[in-house]
């Protein structure tokens, strides 16, 4: 993979973690729940979050905000026209 490939997957990966992160820290959950967050590449250069181990608690948070997200009028119609 060249070098440049690699800094744009790796550029791609912060650039869909930090939100996740950041959306994390306005449900309250803790720093150390944050860092489970990091960025990835596969050999072949495709960027990925990996999620590592999180308690079922902060995971029933996150799995109600985006519930409550989803039933939301206003994201539901903006995610409608996106949905395969």
Do not use: C, K, Y
């Not at 995971?59 to 039933?71: G, H, Q, T």
């Amino acid at each position: 993979m060249e070098m440049q490939t690699w800094r744009d997957s790796r550029s791609r990966a912060d650039n869909a973690t930090n939100p996740l992160r950041e959306a994390l820290a306005a449900l309250g959950l803790p720093e150390r729940v944050r860092r489970h967050l990091q960025p990835m590449l596969t050999h072949q250069g495709a960027p990925f979050v990996h999620v590592r181990m999180l308690s079922a608690e902060h995971v029933e948070r996150i799995a109600e905000a985006l519930r409550i997200a989803a039933e939301a009028p206003s994201l539901a119609a903006a995610s409608s026209g996106t949905r395969s």
